[in-house]
């Protein structure tokens, strides 16, 4: 996500660590830049996510955690009459381009394990995490939101 506040331009990326694994920790990255530099803040922002743990590399050390036993998210951007534009699940992630138009409305959907057995799958392979969690869907919790975003007019 990107968005302005006077002449600066802030860059936010979500990303779920150890996601091959059916659960992992969701975190959070800003970063900042002043109004020129967008097209930098935006390769910037691709390039961190390959530094999301469990993916093979380090830490950055600007992502925070947000919350543990994440199986599920995702964000789709939705037009005024409520189709998709942008569907997380469906692209890398990356930056989306930017368009000349906001979009009408964000969903945001997260499934998020109990926090037992989140600590009960820790430690596991990514096929026996899998299996754990096949026999425990009724311990996974889903929420979804529909943020409307106010237009300029």
Known sequence: MVRRNSDQWQGI???????????????????????????????????????????????????????????????????????VIIDSSLSPPFVHELVDELPGALEIELGVLEPKEWEKIKGRSAAESIQFLTNRAERVHLFRQTIPIRSRQ
């Open 13 to 83: 990326v979500y990303a779920v660590s150890n996601a091959a694994a059916g659960a992992g920790t969701l975190y959070r990255l800003e970063r900042t830049e002043h109004r020129t530099n967008l097209v930098n803040l935006a390769a910037d922002l691709n390039g961190v996510l390959p530094g999301i743990p469990g993916n093979g590399w380090n830490l950055d050390t600007n992502f925070h955690r947000v919350a543990d036993g994440v199986v599920h998210f995702q964000v789709h951007a939705l037009d005024t009459n409520g189709y």
